[in-house]
């Protein structure tokens, strides 16, 4: 009789999940890693293995996993009042509306709150469209915009989109990807030729007059691509004289991850009209805003508009308890000290390793682009794979991405320390020699 050997909590789990979830929704790893829990800047699997977050669910979990105060407002609220839909006001909607006007640039001061990223940049796209009476919309190339059809239309990589644009009239203009320059030029010596190039686009590809420009102010999934300094005043300036919103898109740099500021855009000086957030809004919690000034919000009059689980009261307390404790925590100038440390740490793994074509990155948002040759950039994908099979060997977890699939991305929680930085980088140092 052959002995009958009993699968453990991980093979359950994952089994279910091939079984029942569509084949979609892809996971990390050769053998996908369930979680259990998670504390601060770590993660636990089923066997207790102990993993240091370097991606904190996707630059989300800002001020760390189940942080104390994020979770006892969650419990306080969900022992008060858990729903009601946005048919009625609650306490904890208003005090973080009130909250995201005080601490975002310029005259912003009216939002809509959804459920995740994807809604709040269709909410974004729609108000510019009523507000200019344009429906044209200018994204980027290399983009990522979120899943439904307006957003995957909006989103610039083949991969991300299943099917053809499905909405007409959004054009995509050339990335501000320096590395890997459209024009084959060198900054700063091309004048930033891929934000001047906005000009010859509306005026060859649309009728010349614009509702918006939605643009990530580092472009997430695309590899967390950096624009130059001077991008985003020249092709504001651009978009605004053929009547166009600028869209700051911050569902991936919002609430301090860029360090030293609570969103991307504020390094700039450009003030958005419309700024999108989710992920770090809420720590986790599905939340997702749009604010806007108030002469526009005016504007988004489509008839009736509600969002059944948008500010909902437990992501509003989620949310405004994460803000806090990024204000007492001093995190905002953490992920600036900290991340100068990380970039240091991942340029001298550049001057080690050949297979590392590019670092890149602000704050606690730093890339390592893989190629396999330096000269010719030609992209490795199977690079970072196996990488990743090595960090994960070294309990160090870490994320994907780029349109080749050819970047690491690290970004960890806000509250992580100089030593642990270290504890990571030498983590993947050790991958980086195994694979030599």
Known sequence: MSETIEKSQTERINEKHQKHIFNAV???????????????????????????????????????????????????????????????????????????????????????????????????????????????????????????????????????????????????????????????????????????????????STPGVVAGFLAETILGAGGFIVPPQEYFPIAVDIIRRHGGLFIADEVQTGFGRTGGAWFGIEHTGVEPDIITMAKGIANGAPLGATITRDDLADRFNPGLSISTFGGSPLASAASYASISVIEEEGLLDNAAQVGTHLSQRLNELKERFQVIGDVRG??????????????????????????????????????????YGNVLRIGPPLNITTDQIDQGVDALIASFEALE
């Open 26 to 204: 892809f996971n990390y790893y050769e053998t996908p890693l369930p979680l259990q829990r998670g504390r601060g800047v770590h993660l636990y699997d089923f066997d207790g293995r102990e993993y240091l977050d370097f991606f904190a669910g996707i630059v989300t979990v800002n001020v760390g996993h189940c942080h104390p105060k994020v979770t006892a407002a969650i419990q306080d609220q969900a022992a008060t009042l858990a729903h009601t839909s946005t048919l009625y006001p609650t306490a904890p909607i208003v005090e973080l509306a009130e909250k995201l006007a005080e601490i975002t640039p310029g005259d912003l001061n009216r939002t809509f709150f959804t459920t995740s990223g994807t809604e709040a940049n269709e909410t974004a796209v729609l108000l510019a469209q009523l507000a200019t009476g344009s429906q044209t919309i200018v994204a980027l190339r290399h983009s990522y915009s979120g899943r439904s059809s307006v957003a995957r239309s909006l989103s610039g990589q083949a991969p991300w989109k299943m099917q053809p644009n499905q909405i007409a009239s959004i054009v995509h203009a050339p990335a501000p990807y320096c590395y890997r320059c459209p024009f084959k030029l060198t900054y700063p010596e091309c004048g930033v030729a891929c934000a001047e190039d906005l000009e010859e686009l509306i005026v060859t």
């Open 362 to 403: 602000m704050g606690l948002m730093q890339a390592i682009e893989l190629v396999k040759n330096r000269e010719t950039k030609e992209p490795a994908p199977d690079v970072a794979v196996q990488l990743m099979e090595e960090t994960k060997a070294r309990s160090l977890l870490v994320g994907k991405g780029g349109l």
